[in-house]
């Protein structure tokens, strides 16, 4: 069955890697963040502070635990996280080391008083992505959704001829999918960038579109590639009039499904190349956090020019978010019948497909129904 749409809050998005933060605010307080409806806790723990997620939900009276404090546990297990409520603390592992109603050490622990860990924590590029969940070996239906273990690079991020600039993390009332279909996408250019970076000419280049079958990412990934003309303002080639203002660009776009978004400008004809990553945290039904970093090889590491650069992008962000704020249903299509697709869409078509078989192959996997146990040790 064609899968309907993607919200914010679709069950498949448990399987996927996404930012949750940038890696700077979590440091000696725990922090709350929203993935797919669900408040979570970060917070760096045990002796070498390893970042460690769990659901906000302290399993003792389900106070949000992220109210709580890292606190120092002195016996060998470094910094653990202390619930503000009756003061149970939680090592790196989830396990509970103290409840202090039960006077010292661990002893009278209740084997099911800890904490149930994210499927996968990581920190890339300066931003920390969660996992919710990932298949059980063996489960049925879990092959094809194996490759998702992967978290995506941005290989730019790792050369010394480019430059790094972090935008704002934007908050939006926007669906991820329709933000990620709105990056991707190139016919809205002339329309709702005139006023920074939109060409004159309307017409889409024809773009190739490819679709990965194979490497650490199986199926999950596409590549889209075209060329178009634009309006080169920042060369000052133009101003001294060796370059014409109208310029050619080779617009490459790396896609990670569900919303890892990396797209690369080649310039052409005045040389330089630019990259915007563009990664979207779906934090509930009618939310989402944008978490964008530019790198470039075209400003002389001049910390200046790459904040102006930066600025730049946030003006671009907010036209679209002009668009995307305005949207009602807060959701990416998926049945290739509800829109009208040209050929102009072929990079946003197959995001839809891309994201259709996520939601196909994660529907084959459900979790065991669970019992009611009243348990008091
Ligand atoms: S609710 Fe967290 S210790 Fe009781
Ligand atoms: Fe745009």
């Known amino acids: ?14 399987y996927c890697w996404h930012p949750v933060a940038r890696s700077t605010d979590v440091a000696e307080r725990p922090v709350r963040v929203l993935l797919l409806g669900e ?15 769990f659901p906000d939900r302290c399993p003792h009276r389900m106070a949000p635990l992220s ?25 790196v592992d989830g396990r509970c080391v103290e409840i202090p109603a039960l006077g010292p050490g661990s002893a009278h622990v209740p084997p099911k008083a800890r904490l149930r860990a994210a499927a996968g924590v990581a920190e890339r590029h300066g931003m920390v992505f969660l996992r919710l969940a990932a298949p059980e070996p063996g489960q049925a239906g879990a092959g094809a ?22 935008l704002p993390v934007l908050q939006a ?18 329309f709702v960038h005139a006023a920074t970076f939109g060409a004159e000419e309307p017409e889409v280049a024809p773009m190739t579109v490819e679709r990965a079958t194979s490497g650490p990412f199986g199926r999950w990934s596409y590549t889209s590639v075209s060329e178009h003309a634009f309006l080169n303002r920042e060369d000052p080639g133009v101003a001294a009039g060796v370059r014409p203002l109208e310029q050619r660009r080779r617009v490459t776009y790396r896609v ?24 979207l945290q779906p934090e509930t039904e009618r939310s989402s956090r944008i978490f964008s970093t530019i790198w470039r090889d075209d400003v002389d590491h001049d910390p200046e020019r790459m904040r102006s650069a930066v600025e730049f992008e946030v003006k671009v962000v907010e036209e679209d978010l002009a668009v995307q704020e305005a949207y009602d249903v807060l959701a990416l299509p ?10 102009a869409d072929r990079t946003t078509l197959e995001l839809r497909r891309m994201l259709a078989e996520l939601v196909e192959a994660a529907a084959a996997l459900t979790g065991p129904a669970r019992r009611l146990e009243w348990d008091a040790r």
């Open 39 to 53: 408040p979570w806790v970060l917070a760096r723990l045990g002796e070498a502070g390893q970042l460690a997620a």
């Open 256 to 279: 990670h499904a569900p919303f890892h978004l990396v797209l690369r400008l080649d310039f052409l004809d005045s040389g330089g190349t630019n990259v915007i990553g563009f990664f």
């Open 1 to 14: 069955m064609v899968p309907l749409e993607l919200a914010n809050t679709h069950p498949a998005l448990r």
């Open 173 to 190: 009332r926007a669906s991820a999918g329709l933000l990620a279909d709105n990056f991707l996408d190139m016919a809205h250019f002339p």
């Open 145 to 166: 959704l194996g490759s998702l273990a992967e978290l995506p690079d941005v290989a730019e991020a790792h050369d010394p001829a480019f430059m790094a600039g972090d």
């Open 334 to 343: 998926l049945d290739p019948t509800a829109e009208v697709h040209t050929r």
């Open 67 to 91: 109210i709580g404090s890292i606190v120092g546990a002195g016996d060998g297990a470094g910094q653990v996280l202390r619930c503000a409520y009756h003061g149970w603390c939680f090592g």
